[in-house]
Each structure stands twice: as C-alpha cells, then as structure tokens.
C-alpha cells in the first residue's frame, strides 16, 4: 500500500483482517520505490491515486500480473487498471474487487 490518507488506513486495516494476505505499506520517501516493489513481487498494489505520478502508475504496468488499484478518496471509486471503474464506497467492496470469486 501506498500513500497516507486516512481512507487508505481504513483500507489496510480492514485487509489486515484476512489472514492470506500479507500488507506491505511503503513509505513516500523511499527511492527507488518501483524497484522495491519488483523485489516484493505483490499480487496487487494499493495506492493514494493523488500520491503517485502517472508514469511510476505505468512502469509499474509493464508487471504483468501486478493488479494495480488506485484509490481516489475524494470521489470513493477504485480505479482498476484493467479498464474497469468500481465504487469503493465501504472497504467490503475492495474485498470484492480483489477477489471477485471469494467475496463474503
């Protein structure tokens, strides 16, 4: 995870909950950052759509299996970088957006 909104927070503590998911939050002040994200080889990366440039957004896409979601928490939508928008209204929904088959 990335970024430091509140809305953020709240979405990282609701993912801590599960137990198959490891949470890594990243520092803004890291260098480096999308070289430390290769090394961690994440199934998704959650970010602060506000936080990070439009470029680091697409070198991180040149990782194919990396599901990229940004989280925009003026509006409360996901964007999913495989073309698809949802509303993020309550952290239950970015369960269901991770994981469309399992959601409870």
């Given at each position: 995870?990335?970024?430091?909104?509140?809305?953020?927070?709240g979405v990282?503590?609701?993912?801590a909950?599960r137990?198959?998911l490891?949470?890594?939050?990243?520092?803004?002040?890291?260098?480096?950052?999308?070289?430390?994200?290769?090394?961690?080889?994440?199934?998704?990366f959650i970010?602060?759509?506000?936080?990070?440039r439009?470029?680091?957004?697409?070198?991180?896409?040149?990782?194919?299996?990396?599901?990229?979601?940004?989280?925009?928490?003026?509006?409360?939508?996901?964007?999913?970088?495989?073309?698809?928008?949802?509303?993020?209204?309550?952290a239950?929904?970015?369960?269901?957006v991770?994981?469309p088959?399992?959601?409870?």
């Open positions: 995870m990335y970024g430091n909104t509140l809305i953020l927070e990282r503590a609701s993912l909950t137990p198959d490891d949470i890594v939050r990243l520092d803004a002040s890291l260098e480096n950052l999308s070289e430390i994200i290769r090394a961690l080889c994440p199934a998704v970010f602060d759509l506000r936080a990070v439009s470029d680091f957004q697409l070198s991180l896409l040149q990782q194919p299996e990396l599901l990229l979601i940004g989280i925009d928490p003026e509006s409360q939508q996901a964007m999913v970088w495989s073309g698809r928008q949802e509303a993020a209204v309550i239950a929904d970015l369960i269901t991770l994981f088959k399992n959601a409870h």
